[in-house]
C-alpha cells in the first residue's frame, strides 16, 4: 500500500519560513509527479507545485518567488519551502503524487498525504 506522509507544518510569523517535506512509502516503482495543494478554511483545494520526474516545475503565481519546489527521486520525498509566508498562506497543505506506477499494474495510480498545518500569524 503507498503512503504519503507530511512533515514540517507549524505556526510562523508573517516573513518567515518553513520547509514542508513529503515521503512515499509503499512498493512503488516509480512516484511519477509530485506536487504540493492546499486547502484554506472554506476555500476549495488549490495547486500550489508540482514537479515532474524529469524535474520540470509548476508553480501557482501566487508562491513564485517565494516558494521553492524539489524533489529527491532515490529517497521518494518531495520538498517545499517556504519563504516569506503570509497571513494567506495558511491552510492545510497536502501532498500528492499523481502516475505512480506500483508493480504489477498497468494503471497510473493519484494518491494524497493526510495534510500538515501551516500557520501564518501577522
Known amino acids: 500500500q503507498v503512503r504519503l506522509v507530511e512533515s514540517g507544518g507549524g505556526l510562523v510569523q508573517a516573513g518567515g519560513s518553513l520547509r514542508l517535506s513529503c515521503t512515499a512509502s509503499?512498493?512503488?516503482?516509480?512516484?511519477?509527479?509530485m506536487g504540493w495543494y492546499r486547502q484554506a478554511p472554506g476555500k476549495q483545494r488549490e495547486l500550489v507545485a508540482t514537479?515532474?520526474?524529469?524535474?520540470?516545475?509548476n508553480e501557482a503565481d501566487f508562491v513564485k518567488g517565494r516558494f521553492t519546489i524539489s524533489k529527491d527521486n532515490a529517497e521518494k520525498k518531495v520538498y517545499l519551502q517556504m519563504n516569506d509566508l503570509k497571513p494567506e498562506d495558511t491552510a492545510v497543505y497536502y501532498c500528492?503524487?499523481?502516475?505512480?506506477?506500483?508493480?504489477?499494474?498497468?494503471?497510473?495510480?493519484?494518491?494524497w498525504g493526510q495534510g500538515t498545518q501551516v500557520t501564518v500569524s501577522s
Open positions: 514537479i515532474g520526474s524529469g524535474g520540470n516545475t
Open positions: 500528492n503524487a499523481r502516475n505512480v506506477i506500483i508493480p504489477y499494474s498497468t494503471e497510473r495510480h493519484n494518491y
Open positions: 509503499g512498493n512503488i516503482v516509480s512516484t511519477g509527479d
